[in-house]
């Protein structure tokens, strides 16, 4: 998915949200070191983030885990989390059993879908070894 797509989503639903919105991109991250996404929590911490709006829930965490720890975590720091793409809205306020088994079932189909496309990409890389096809970046040439 383009960012420049989410960023336009994220945008029309922050404006109904705060007068002060702030985007935080993660340009690279991996499954354990993903800072961006630590500096948000810090901040959330520290009482600087009263909503956190990301567009799919797969774009905040990588597991279950870490979505459920992550939420636990906001909903005691009474930090509001909306997923637009997911029709997800937890307000630490007022959050229901129906709305934390949605939650749950969301994350799970989630890493789900990560897994099944980790799985496709590794299928795809075997076929074009076993075809011959050189993978990664072309080596620089010397001057």
Not at 46 to 74: C, H, P, Q, Y
Not at 100 to 120: G, K, N, P, T
């Amino acid at each position: 998915m383009n960012p420049e797509n989410q960023a336009a989503d994220l945008e029309r639903r922050s404006l109904t949200l705060t007068e002060h919105p702030i985007f935080l991109e993660e340009k690279e991250s991996t499954r354990k070191t993903r800072p961006v996404k630590e500096e948000l929590m810090q901040a959330c911490r520290r009482g600087e983030v009263d909503v956190i709006l990301v567009w799919k829930l797969d774009r905040f965490a990588r597991s279950v885990t870490e979505l459920s720890t992550n939420l636990d975590e906001l909903k005691k720091l009474k930090v509001r989390f909306i997923s637009i793409r997911d029709g997800l809205d937890l307000d630490p306020k007022d959050i229901s059993g129906v709305q934390m088994f949605q939650f749950h079932i969301l994350s799970a189909f989630a890493e789900l879908e990560r897994a099944m496309i980790r799985e496709r990409t590794i299928a795809g890389l075997d076929r074009a070894r076993k075809n011959g096809k050189v993978l990664g970046r072309p080596r620089k040439h010397p001057l």
